[in-house]
């Protein structure tokens, strides 16, 4: 199964962007904290090098909170100020905290000379990881649109959360050529991808495969398996029997049986689960 998914509005998106970013103070990116690495596009990471950054790990209530951690302080490490958030519930007053620690130097600088600074900060990240929740959550009401799928923002959108701060909402841009496609199946996983363009059974039975490797018996038992080591169709076959996905004569129905697995992962009805650890990336 390969993955390649770059509509059109995204190099549009990257080129609008790039003419922003000399306006902006501070970026804030976002990145999916069940994939802090394979939700972060290296191409804003290269864009955006010579800013003051904030790396928020968006969606920490479905990741593992111990590799929450340990993926915090690797980031620190690395020289990155970074933070678990949860755009849907948080209240936003630790991402203000942050955007206050990264536009000091800034904001001291133009007091010095007389001027009260409007800081300027662009909200960055790959499609689905909740640029536009986040910007309502600090707004205070739905001032940006949200979706639950790949590519609802469309065209670059500034926002006035305080007379001295403005956010700019961008498009999820992903990378025209998505190399490395362990990273992009993952990114499948999470909705970053349209599930339109891939092959929903095969991506369903990599997921099943990879969630039996980390949390095998809470698999097992939401979805009824009585043999882990199934692989491939067998594997998904084991779920439509378990959960009862039938067609007339017993048929499994592969439609239902990977809508259900693909949204009960992503909306954390199986635990919470991170995909990856920093010591993997890093050997990398």
């Not at 050529?177 to 990273?183: E, G, N």
């Amino acid at each position: 199964m390969e993955i390649n998914w770059y509509p059109g509005h995204m190099a549009k998106a990257k080129r609008l962007l790039a003419e922003q970013l000399g306006r902006v103070d501070i970026v804030i990116e976002l990145c999916d904290a069940r994939l802090p690495y394979s939700s972060r596009n290296p191409e804003l990471d290269q864009l955006t090098r010579h800013k003051k950054r904030v790396l928020l790990l968006n969606k920490a209530d479905l990741a593992d909170p111990n590799q929450t951690h340990a993926w915090l302080n690797w980031f620190r490490a690395e020289g990155i100020l970074a933070a678990p958030y949860t755009a849907n519930a948080g209240k936003g007053r630790e991402v203000l905290s942050m955007i206050d620690t990264a536009a000091k130097e800034t904001v001291e600088k133009a007091a010095a000379k007389g001027m009260k600074k409007t800081v300027r900060c662009m909200v960055v990240g790959v499609p689905n990881v909740g640029k536009s929740t986040l910007i309502n959550r600090l707004y205070g009401s739905a001032i940006a649109k949200t979706g639950d799928k790949p590519g609802v923002t469309r065209a670059n959108q500034w926002v006035n959360i305080s007379p001295y701060l403005q956010l700019m909402d961008s498009p999820g841009l992903m990378w025209p050529r998505l190399d490395d496609q362990v990273a992009a199946r993952k990114l499948c996983y999470i909705g970053s991808v349209r599930d339109g363009v891939v092959d929903v059974p095969m991506l369903t039975i990599h997921l099943l495969q990879d969630l039996l490797q980390i949390i095998p018996e809470s698999v097992c038992s939401r979805f009824r398996i009585e043999d882990a080591s199934l692989t491939g169709p067998d594997l998904l076959d084991a779920v439509c029997r378990g959960r009862g996905f039938l067609l007339k004569g017993g048929v499994s129905d592969y439609d239902r049986c990977c809508a259900v697995v693909l949204d009960e992962f992503r909306a954390g009805k199986l635990g919470r689960i991170t995909l990856e650890k920093p010591g993997e990336v890093a050997a990398q």
